[in-house]
């Protein structure tokens, strides 16, 4: 039996790319009684590159969904405060209860992912991992019309659909096919050196800010606490690629030395993980029979651990947009999403430029907290108008 096996010649959508994003819509869409495959050229349930800290605006979504229990069941730990330390403050933040949301949660990729396919295959959908889309097929006028799958063993398939959706990733190849024009273009990169320690006790997450460096701790699966450490994509560039764990260990001495101090009595569970960085994009997430959610319409900078909320959110609008069918539902969605990135985006930019000063961050954290706080309730209001009961009470 191969990866393609099964797949029929048609659905309703094809959505490419099967983590939070794909995943999440693909979820959305079987739910509404749509035909739907999603396909990962990936493994099943693998990890990817990539923190986890999720804001309120994506576990309420995972609550919402009924899926918040069983990112629990899974052993991910609630965090209860979120600490920031500036160099001359320390500024703590309860996390309350509220909106169906008991805490905010860091799930484990290989932990999230799952949960949303499995939630995905429960609802109808086919998820096929270790199939590839190389390829869009296309109508008359140019309307995309389908795929071409391509699964390890090289074998093909073209499947129709009536609108294919691309979730797949940074690097999006239906983004690249469709040329969907960039909308808002980022200015700076910053870059992340991760690993897993065990011994680090932590209650909450860790925000610690130094002079253009920053580290943070983040309390996860397994009793495990991520530990990164980040620096403007130039700084990386020139001298973490060398020696990633003298330079992780350098910045974190920059960015938190109390916490440097304390690694000796703490151990690293396996190998560092560096992203050299990528200025941050929106594109347009919409077009003749496609459209964009996740990563591959909007990419922003790392160092605001937004961009899982931020799919999980955009999935809510994409699958109800595709749901209704038309393009005026379509248009609603890409305003949407802007209404919601726009500033977000641009406070995350100006973050990763790694070039303020104390004063100046403090004054871009306050204004990404509002624009946090504007985005989940128009999350709340979303579900309220449509009627749709909270699946899981704090
Ligand atoms: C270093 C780093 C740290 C981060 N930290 C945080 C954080 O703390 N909190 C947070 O919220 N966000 C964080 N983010 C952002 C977060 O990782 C992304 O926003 C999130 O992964 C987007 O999910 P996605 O489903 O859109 O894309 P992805 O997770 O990238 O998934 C895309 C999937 O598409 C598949 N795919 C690609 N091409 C094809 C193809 N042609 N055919 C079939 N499948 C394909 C891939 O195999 C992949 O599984 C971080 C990102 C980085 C890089």
């Given at each position: 039996?191969?990866?393609?096996?099964?797949?029929?010649?048609r659905?309703?959508?094809?959505?490419?790319?099967a983590?939070?994003?794909?995943?999440?819509?693909?979820?959305?869409?079987?739910?509404?009684?749509?035909?739907?495959?999603?396909?990962?050229?990936?493994a099943?349930?693998?990890?990817?590159?990539?923190?986890h800290?999720l804001?309120?605006?994506?576990?309420?979504?995972?609550?919402?969904?009924?899926?918040?229990?069983r990112i629990?069941?899974?052993?991910?730990?609630?965090?209860?405060?979120?600490?920031?330390?500036?160099?001359?403050e320390v500024?703590?933040i309860?996390?309350?209860?509220k909106?169906?949301?008991?805490?905010?949660f860091?799930?484990?990729?290989?932990?999230?992912?799952?949960?949303?396919?499995?939630?995905?295959?429960?609802?109808?959908?086919?998820?096929?991992?270790?199939?590839?889309?190389?390829?869009?097929?296309?109508?008359?006028?140019g309307?995309?019309e389908?795929?071409?799958?391509?699964?390890?063993?090289?074998?093909?398939?073209a499947v129709?659909a009536?609108?294919v959706?691309?979730a797949?990733?940074?690097?999006?190849t239906?983004?690249?096919?469709?040329?969907?024009?960039?909308?808002?273009?980022?200015?700076?990169?910053?870059?992340?050196?991760?690993g897993?320690?065990?011994?680090?006790?932590?209650d909450?997450?860790?925000?610690?800010?130094?002079?253009?460096?920053?580290?943070?701790?983040?309390?996860?699966?397994?009793?495990?606490?991520?530990?990164?450490?980040?620096?403007?994509?130039?700084?990386?560039a020139?001298?973490?690629?060398?020696?990633?764990?003298?330079?992780?260990r350098?910045?974190?001495?920059?960015?938190?030395?109390?916490?440097a101090?304390?690694?000796?009595?703490?151990?690293?569970?396996g190998?560092l993980?560096?992203?050299?960085?990528?200025p941050?994009?929106?594109?347009?997430p919409?077009?003749?029979?496609?459209?964009?959610v996740?990563?591959?319409?909007?990419?922003k900078?790392?160092?605001?651990?937004?961009?899982?909320?931020?799919?999980?959110?955009?999935?809510?609008?994409?699958?109800r947009?595709?749901?209704?069918?038309?393009?005026?539902?379509?248009?609603?969605?890409?305003l949407?999403?802007?209404?919601?990135?726009?500033?977000?985006f641009e406070?995350?930019?100006?973050?990763?430029?790694?070039?303020?000063?104390?004063?100046?961050?403090?004054?871009?954290?306050?204004?990404?907290?509002d624009?946090?706080?504007?985005e989940?309730?128009?999350?709340?209001?979303?579900?309220?108008?449509t009627?749709?009961?909270?699946?899981?009470?704090?």
């Amino acid at each position: 039996m191969t990866a393609l096996d099964g797949i029929k010649a048609r659905y309703d959508v094809v959505v490419v790319g099967a983590r939070a994003a794909g995943a999440a819509t693909a979820m959305l869409l079987a739910r509404q009684g749509l035909r739907v495959l999603a396909v990962d050229r990936g493994a099943y349930g693998t990890d990817t590159l990539s923190t986890h800290a999720l804001m309120r605006a994506g576990v309420l979504q995972l609550a919402r969904w009924g899926l918040l229990d069983r990112i629990e069941a899974e052993g991910t730990p609630r965090v209860r405060r979120t600490v920031f330390h500036y160099e001359d403050e320390v500024v703590d933040i309860p996390i309350k209860a509220k909106d169906g949301v008991p805490a905010l949660f860091a799930p484990r990729r290989t932990v999230l992912d799952r949960v949303l396919v499995d939630a995905a295959v429960e609802t109808g959908a086919v998820v096929r991992h270790h199939v590839r889309v190389a390829d869009l097929v296309r109508g008359s006028g140019g309307r995309v019309e389908g795929v071409l799958l391509r699964d390890d063993e090289g074998d093909a398939l073209a499947v129709r659909a009536g609108t294919v959706i691309g979730a797949d990733g940074l690097r999006s190849t239906v983004a690249s096919l469709v040329g969907a024009p960039v909308t808002r273009q980022g200015r700076h990169a910053s870059a992340v050196v991760y690993g897993y320690w065990s011994g680090l006790e932590v209650d909450g997450y860790r925000w610690h800010w130094g002079r253009a460096a920053a580290a943070g701790l983040i309390p996860t699966n397994g009793g495990l606490v991520l530990l990164y450490a980040g620096v403007s994509s130039r700084r990386f560039a020139e001298e973490t690629r060398a020696d990633i764990p003298g330079c992780y260990r350098r910045i974190l001495e920059e960015a938190a030395p109390e916490l440097a101090g304390r690694l000796p009595e703490a151990r690293l569970e396996g190998t560092l993980h560096g992203f050299p960085g990528h200025p941050g994009f929106l594109r347009r997430p919409w077009g003749p029979g496609w459209a964009l959610v996740g990563d591959a319409a909007y990419f922003k900078d790392p160092i605001t651990a937004h961009g899982i909320s931020d799919a999980l959110r955009d999935a809510e609008f994409v699958a109800r947009a595709v749901g209704r069918g038309t393009d005026a539902a379509m248009a609603e969605y890409e305003l949407a999403r802007d209404e919601l990135s726009t500033s977000l985006f641009e406070v995350t930019d100006r973050i990763a430029s790694l070039e303020w000063d104390n004063a100046e961050l403090k004054t871009l954290h306050r204004r990404l907290s509002d624009e946090m706080k504007r985005e989940v309730a128009a999350m709340v209001e979303l579900h309220e108008e449509t009627g749709e009961p909270a699946r899981r009470s704090a």
